[in-house]
């Protein structure tokens, strides 16, 4: 089987996962924000941090995937932005995200999770989100027809969960239809 770096930057180089377009979900929840700092973690080929850094942010783009990252480099460079690439997995990410964020002058004002999920994290997010902070998440939840055709539920979210999963944070936005969740979510 292979790993996790493996296994996307296969999915990469087939043509998977490469939409320059960002979510509108994104575009909707965040075009009237002020920009400050923005982690995009698990960002593949960068669309929505270059469409954030094009806004005005500044953004940190992390991902596993060797082929997404470099594609999304490309794609800052051809639009004329700088983003920040960090090459790690979600776990690394928050490793160095929670244990600096104490300590951040600026700690993130947007945390955007797209198409990934990592209940194992949600604990960790929260902390990585400045008084007033954003996080952004949507995902697939068992209920996607992607599952009723025999893929493995292993990757989705139960019904309801992804609106329980961040109890410290004010909830200001959620839907759930079509086995899709969507969550924006406040820092106090």
Same mark, same amino acid.
């Given at each position: 089987m292979l790993d996790d770096r493996a296994r996307w930057n296969a999915k990469f180089l087939s043509g998977d996962a490469q939409s320059a377009e960002p979510d509108p979900? #994104? *575009?909707?929840?965040?075009?009237?924000?002020?920009? /400050?700092r923005a982690l995009d973690l698990a960002g593949g080929a960068g669309r929505h941090a270059i469409w954030l850094a094009l806004s005005g942010w500044d953004v940190t783009l992390t991902d596993i995937s060797d082929e997404g990252l470099a594609i999304a480099s490309r794609r800052a460079t051809t639009a004329g932005v700088t983003i920040t690439i960090r090459r790690?997995?979600? +776990?690394?990410? @928050? +490793?160095? /995200?929670?244990?600096?964020?104490?300590? =951040? $002058?600026?700690?993130?004002? #947007?945390?955007?999770?797209?198409? %990934? =999920?990592?209940?194992? !994290? %949600?604990?960790?997010?929260?902390? =990585?989100l400045s008084p007033g902070g954003l996080l952004l998440y949507k995902t697939l939840?068992?209920? !996607?027809?992607?599952?009723? *055709?025999?893929?493995?539920?292993? %990757?989705? @979210? !139960?019904? /309801?969960? @992804?609106? $329980?999963?961040?109890?410290?944070?004010?909830? *200001? =936005?959620?839907?759930?239809?079509? /086995? *899709?969740?969507?969550?924006?979510?406040?820092?106090?």
């Open positions: 979900f #994104l *575009i909707e929840t965040c075009s009237g924000l002020s920009p /400050g790690e997995s979600a +776990a690394e990410t @928050l +490793a160095w /995200g929670t244990a600096s964020a104490p300590r =951040l $002058t600026k700690p993130f004002e #947007l945390v955007t999770v797209f198409w %990934f =999920l990592m209940r194992e !994290h %949600f604990a960790a997010l929260p902390v =990585l939840t068992a209920e !996607h027809p992607r599952f009723a *055709i025999g893929e493995s539920p292993q %990757f989705a @979210l !139960h019904r /309801g969960e @992804l609106q $329980t999963a961040f109890p410290s944070l004010n909830t *200001i =936005l959620y839907r759930e239809a079509n /086995g *899709i969740a969507e969550l924006a979510a406040r820092a106090e």
